[in-house]
């Protein structure tokens, strides 16, 4: 797929569509950005991207760019996972001092919100440490509610599901 999507301020471009590795460091890069307070977890989760496998369920992933400045500041996923073939998974990870969730993360939800209704989700998941406060508000502002939580690396997480 070769395919950029802008819009005003951002456009997207699929993963790996110039360089591969160097879109896995923007990642690393990224999550530590978000994540700051659990690296081995971020560890383990570019790795469970990395690891995806696509002939078990269908994903895209896309590195988001500034207009202005073609910097890339964001990384947007849509996997299918868990049992039923419309459940899927999405991840929207930026550096939330420097983007808001209101803008950015707007843009990024919208597009994959798109891939997932063209695949005919009923169910969109993200699971998500319980004091990211922004990110856990942004995602009741679209109507996804808690369903489950746990511990992961000891941090608290919370599973939050929006169904179609």
Do not use: C
């Not at 990384?75 to 999405?90: D, P, T, V």
């Not at 994959?112 to 319980?130: C, H, I, M």
Request: no cysteine; proline share 3%.
């Amino acid at each position: 797929m070769t395919t950029v999507v802008t819009e005003g301020r951002f456009y997207l471009r699929p993963f790996g569509q110039e360089d591969m590795e160097q879109d896995y460091q923007l990642l690393h890069v990224l999550s530590n950005l978000q994540v700051p307070q659990d690296p081995q977890g971020n560890r383990q989760w570019q790795q469970n991207r990395r690891h995806y496998d696509e002939s078990k369920g269908v994903r895209r992933h896309y590195i988001a760019h500034e207009s202005a400045t073609q910097e890339p500041v964001a990384y947007a996923a849509i996997e299918q996972q868990g049992s039923g073939l419309k459940s899927f998974r999405l991840y929207l990870v930026f550096n939330p001092n420097q983007w808001a969730f209101s803008d950015l993360g707007e843009f990024l939800y919208q597009h994959l919100l798109k891939d997932a209704q063209a695949w005919g989700a009923d169910t969109l998941a993200l699971v998500e440490y319980a004091n990211d406060l922004r990110f856990l508000n942004f995602l009741r502002e679209h109507d996804f509610a808690q369903v489950g939580e746990g511990t992961y690396n000891g941090f608290a997480i919370m599973r939050m599901e929006k169904k179609l």
